[in-house]
C-alpha cells in the first residue's frame, strides 16, 4: 500500500534513542524529509542524519530541551526555515518518573509536567499556527502511553501527563479539524527501551514481572510502535483525528 508520504516533512521531538529514532527510521523509509529534535546526546540523530542524507532526504537535527518555550520557539523555526514547512509533528519526547505520590513535592510535579506534556502543548501550537496558515493538510501525532487509561503505583505525574496528553489531542483534533489537521495519540505498552532504565538488564525478575503483565507475553519493540505513527502521518489515515491507539500486546485491556 503506498502511504502517499514521499515529500512531505516532518519534525520529531525526542529522536535520540528508542520510540522516537524508530519513528524517524519509519518516516524516512516512506521519503518523508525529517528535523531530529534531540536534548543531550546527539551521537543518534546525527546517524540518522547521515543515513538519511544518504537516501537522498533532507534531514536536519536541532538540540532543544522541549520543555523551554524558546528554545521550543528555535526548533519549530529551524525546522521551517531547513525543509520549507511542516506536514508533520510527531511529540515524542518524555521522561518516566518513580516516586511515591506521598514523598513528592511540586519540582517533582513540574518536571514531568513540563517534559511530558507542557512541551506537547507548546510544540503543538507552534506547528499548528504554521500549518493553519499554509493552509494545507497537518498532522499531529503524540506518543501517549497506555497510562491515558490506567494507573501504575508510583507513576502518578506520568500518568497525570500522559491522561492530559490525551486531553490534549482530543481538544485539538475538535478545534483544528476545519484547518484540515489531524490529531491523534499513540499508547504504547511496556516497550523495551532506555526510558525503562538498566533495571530490565540487571534485575531478570523484574523484566519476567513486566512480561507476565502482558497477555503476549513479550516485551514491544520501538519498530513495533513506529508503524503506527508512520500510518497515523500517512495520507491513508485522513479520516482518523482525536483517536488514541493502543499498541500494546494486550497488556491495558488486562489491567483494567
Ligand atoms: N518505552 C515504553 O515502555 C513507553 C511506553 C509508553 C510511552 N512511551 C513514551 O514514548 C516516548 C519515547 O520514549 P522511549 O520509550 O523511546 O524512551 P527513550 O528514553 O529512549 O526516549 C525518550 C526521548 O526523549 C528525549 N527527551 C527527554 N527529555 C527531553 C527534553 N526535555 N527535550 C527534548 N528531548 C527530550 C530523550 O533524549 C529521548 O530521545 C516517551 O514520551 C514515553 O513516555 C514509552
Known sequence: MDLKLKGKTALITGASGGIGSAIAEGLAAEGVHTCLNY??????????????????LKSEVFKANVSQEE???????F????????????????????????DMDMSDWDTVIDIN????????QLCARHMADRGERGKIINNSSMVEA?????????CVSKGGIGALARSLAVELAPYNIQVNNV?????????????????PEFKQHLIDLIPMGRLGQADECADLFVFLASQRANY?????YYIDGGVTIAQL
Request: proline share 2%; net charge positive.
Open 79 to 102: 525546522t521551517i526555515e531547513k525543509l520549507g514547512h511542516i506536514d508533520i509533528l510527531i511529540n515524542n519526547a518524555g521522561i518516566s518518573y518513580h516516586k511515591k505520590f506521598l
Open 150 to 158: 490506567i494507573a501504575r503505583p508510583n507513576l502518578t505525574t506520568y
Open 187 to 203: 499508547n504504547p505498552g511496556i516497550i523495551e527501551t532506555k526510558i525503562l532504565g538498566d533495571k530490565l538488564e540487571k534485575e
Open 39 to 56: 536534548n543531550s546526546n546527539d551521537k543518534e540523530v546525527l546517524r540518522l542524519k547521515d543515513k538519511f542524507t544518504g537516501m537522498g
Open 117 to 124: 506534556l507542557k512541551s506537547y502543548f507548546m510544540v503543538s
Open 240 to 244: 482518523i483525528t482525536g483517536a488514541s
Open 71 to 77: 528554545e521550543v520557539r528555535n526548533l519549530v523555526d
